[in-house]
């Protein structure tokens, strides 16, 4: 089946750095690419719409000039954390539909510690 | 917030006791899907009702709708420990972007052999 994957799976960084997170469909295109953040035993929170050339969409209380998201092509979503802080350590996880209603693909998860 | 709410939050149960979870959500939905993840892991697509649909069966898993009350359920029959992990359900709303998702605060379950 189709398959979404995240890379890196997991990253440690110093506090002020910037950090990017790929999201790649593997074997499917997607002109649409969602972005959640999930923090320790909480839910999923979605933070923006991801759309191929064109901006992405992002949820209300989302910082669009600290998450920047590029939509390259059709297969592959970047995510970059700008001048990370300790608040921002979280686990984050894209996600791109199928061709119907009934397949979501998740990517595994980022794991993102900012000291 | 756009997220529903889930009960119980956490959940103990026995290996061959049924499970149910509820979930409760705020708006009109196209559909309302259920998805299982084990600690510190990506999302498990479990199953998926439509909103003119009012119950789905999948296995072991049972899912059902109440579009009036605006709430789902989801039983588990016979768990087993391996069941043992938090449970959401997420929806997409009416006029939302394809694959747009919802979550709701989640369930944890846990299966005790």
């Known amino acids: 089946g189709a398959v979404v994957s995240q890379h890196p799976s997991r990253v440690i960084c110093k506090s002020g750095t910037s950090v990017k997170i790929e999201c790649r469909s593997l074997?499917?295109?997607?002109?649409?690419m969602f972005w959640y953040r999930q923090f320790p035993k909480q839910s999923l929170m979605l933070m923006a719409t991801?759309?191929?050339?064109?901006?992405?969409?992002?949820e209300q209380g989302v910082e669009k000039d600290k998450f920047l998201i590029n939509h390259a092509s059709l297969t592959l979503s970047t995510l970059t954390v700008t001048s990370a802080h300790p608040e921002d350590s979280s686990f984050y996880i894209c996600?791109?539909?199928?061709?119907?209603?009934?397949?979501?693909?998740f990517g595994p998860g980022t794991r993102l510690l900012v000291l | 917030s756009q997220q529903g709410e889930e009960d119980p939050q956490a959940l103990s149960i026995q290996e061959g006791e049924n499970a149910t979870m509820n979930c409760s959500y705020k708006t009109s939905i196209n559909n309302l899907q259920w998805y299982r993840q084990n600690s510190g892991r990506g999302l498990v697509h479990l199953i998926l009702i439509r909103s003119n649909e009012r119950e789905k069966h999948s296995g072991r898993l049972r899912v059902t709708l109440d579009t009036s009350k605006k709430s789902s359920s989801l039983l588990i029959t016979a768990s087993r420990a391996a069941d043992t992990a938090s449970y959401f359900c997420?929806?997409?709303?009416?006029?939302?972007?394809?694959?747009?998702?919802?979550f709701g605060r989640g369930t944890q379950l846990t299966v005790w052999p």
């Open positions: 991801s759309n191929e050339g064109s901006k992405a969409t992002y």
């Open positions: 996600s791109a539909p199928g061709s119907s209603r009934e397949t979501q693909y």
């Open positions: 074997d499917f295109q997607a002109t649409t």
């Open positions: 997420a929806t997409e709303h009416r006029g939302s972007t394809l694959g747009r998702l919802y």
